[in-house]
Nanobody
Framework: QVQLVESGGGSVQTGGSLRLSCASS????????MAWFRQGPGSEREGVGA???????YLANSVKGRFTISRDSARQTLYLQMNDLKPEDTAMYYC?????????????????WGQGTQVTVSS
């Protein structure tokens, strides 16, 4: 069983920064894809970024140049550094694990989810 705990969310003004962390526990997480998704009010859950087992990283076009994703395999922790935040980044951010070395954009393909951490950006 894999457990995920997110932290680091909060309220900031436009242009501010936050760093999200996702601590994982459970056997085999280091061989699985880890990803960040977000869901804003009235919106579907969307992929923000992911790190494949081999180290390949993916970031959505909407956050490229502003967000950085990284993974500490030794600690099985996933990070999301968010800079130059905008009001449209306001959402609940979720960490997810897919039991596969490859990541995917479809949230239904992920087996484990954290409870989420709220990010609110005010103008």
């Amino acid at each position: 069983q894999v457990q995920l705990v997110e932290s680091g969310g909060g309220s900031v003004q436009t242009g501010g920064s936050l760093r999200l962390s996702c601590a994982s526990s459970g056997y085999g997480v280091d061989t699985y894809c880890m990803a960040w998704f977000r869901q804003g009010p009235g919106s579907e859950r969307e992929g923000v970024g992911a790190v494949f087992t081999g180290g390949h990283k993916y970031l959505a076009n909407s956050v490229k140049g502003r967000f950085t994703i990284s993974r500490d395999s030794a600690r099985q922790t996933l990070y999301l550094q968010m800079n130059d935040l905008k009001p449209e980044d306001t959402a609940m951010y979720y960490c997810a694990v897919r039991k596969n070395t490859l990541c995917a954009s479809d949230p239904t393909l992920y087996s484990y989810w954290g409870q989420g951490t709220q990010v609110t950006v005010s103008s």
